[in-house]
Nanobody, 122 residues
Framework: QVQLVESGGGLVQAGGSLRLSCAASGRAFSSYAVGWFRQAPGKERETVAAIHWSGGITYYAVSVKGRFTMSRDNAKNTVTLQMNSLKPEDTAVYYC???????????????RGQGTQVTVSS
């Protein structure tokens, strides 16, 4: 099992940037696929990004592709989501997630952190 703790959320103006971090603990983190999904009030979960345990396969939702970059450092047990050119519609709670199997739909991953709020003002 893996435990996940997010940090780095906050309030930013449209066009700005934020960097989310996720610290993982537990055994064999390097063998887990990891990802991010977000959920805005009254809306469904939306997959943001997912990355294979090897780092060799990465998926981005169409809505964030070209603006967000996800990376992982297996030596440090960390995952980051660099978010640039933020828009008001990116406002949501962002969750770091992990699972033993890679799937581009990270919203279904079994393990998740407590979430971090991202608010983008217009």
């Amino acid at each position: 099992q893996v435990q996940l703790v997010e940090s780095g959320g906050g309030l930013v103006q449209a066009g700005g940037s934020l960097r989310l971090s996720c610290a993982a603990s537990g055994r064999a983190f390097s063998s887990y696929a990891v990802g991010w999904f977000r959920q805005a009030p009254g809306k469904e979960r939306e997959t943001v990004a997912a990355i294979h345990w090897s780092g060799g396969i990465t998926y981005y939702a169409v809505s964030v592709k070209g603006r967000f970059t996800m990376s992982r450092d297996n030596a440090k047990n960390t995952v980051t989501l660099q978010m640039n050119s933020l828009k008001p519609e990116d406002t949501a709670v962002y969750y770091c997630v992990a699972d033993t199997r890679y799937n581009s739909d990270s919203s279904i991953y079994r393990y998740r952190g407590q979430g971090t709020q991202v608010t983008v003002s217009s």
